[in-house]
T-cell receptor, first 108, second 118 residues
Framework: AQRVTQPEKLLSVFKGAPVELKCNYSYSGSPELFWYVQYSRQRLQLLLRHISRESIKGFTADLNKGETSFHLKKPFAQEEDSAMYYCALTGGSYIPTFGRGTSLIVHP | EPEVTQTPSHQVTQMGQEVILRCVPISNHLYFYWYRQILGQKVEFLVSFYNNEISEKSEIFDDQFSVERPDGSNFTLKIRSTKLEDSAMYFC????????????????FGPGTRLTVL
């Protein structure tokens, strides 16, 4: 069985502060990990995937197989980063298993 | 930029009634999905659909649920005899292909339909 855990329901930071949204997963095989974002009144959209090793909107995430983590990081948070962030995993199937989400609030 | 659309945005129904949630996927996409998110909980996969057939479904997707692509554009989720616990946001998504590598398999989500069962 595959599981994704996002331990924080809410993360509140000030503009310019570093951000780390935590994601831990459980899967016996080789997972693929994703971060999705949902801005206020907008649809869920893919932010980044670990296989792409890309930085999107200043966010990066590194898959740590030893710690079974895929934390999302940004060195300097911006107000427009305020949103719900969902970590997701696909294992043998292409169907993602989502975490429950973390609400990021960036204060001015 | 093409988008997945869903109607209605909010549906209120009485317990025991049937509802049909509608989705128009992106036009050249071939794979379609329904997800559900109960308030405060995680997004959960319900079903995927390809070539007019269900390709995968979760344990949530029992006989109460059905999906259909009645014409070339709509993709519907029918919930028979709704229960209070069916109250949730229902998201439709589509992708050009399945799998997890490459751009073509990215799932594009609709804005959701909020279903309230009274």
């Amino acid at each position: 069985a595959q599981r994704v855990t996002q331990p924080e329901k809410l993360l509140s930071v000030f503009k310019g502060a570093p951000v780390e949204l935590k994601c831990n997963y459980s899967y016996s095989g080789s997972p693929e990990l994703f971060w999705y974002v949902q801005y206020s009144r907008q649809r869920l959209q893919l932010l980044l995937r670990h296989i792409s090793r890309e930085s999107i909107k200043g966010f990066t995430a590194d898959l740590n197989k030893g710690e079974t983590s895929f934390h999302l990081k940004k060195p300097f948070a911006q107000e427009e980063d305020s949103a719900m962030y969902y970590c997701a995993l696909t294992g043998g199937s292409y169907i993602p298993t989502f975490g429950r989400g973390t609400s990021l609030i960036v204060h001015p | 930029e093409p988008e997945v659309t869903q109607t209605p945005s909010h549906q209120v129904t009485q317990m025991g009634q049937e509802v049909i949630l509608r989705c128009v996927p992106i036009s050249n996409h071939l794979y379609f999905y329904w997800y559900r998110q109960i308030l405060g909980q995680k997004v959960e996969f319900l079903v995927s659909f390809y070539n007019n057939e269900i390709s995968e479904k979760s344990e949530i997707f029992d006989d109460q649920f059905s999906v259909e692509r009645p014409d070339g554009s709509n993709f519907t989720l029918k919930i028979r005899s709704t229960k209070l616990e069916d109250s949730a946001m229902y998201f439709c998504a589509s992708s050009f292909s399945p799998g997890t590598s490459g751009k073509d398999n990215e799932q594009f989500f609709g804005p959701g339909t909020r279903l309230t069962v009274l």
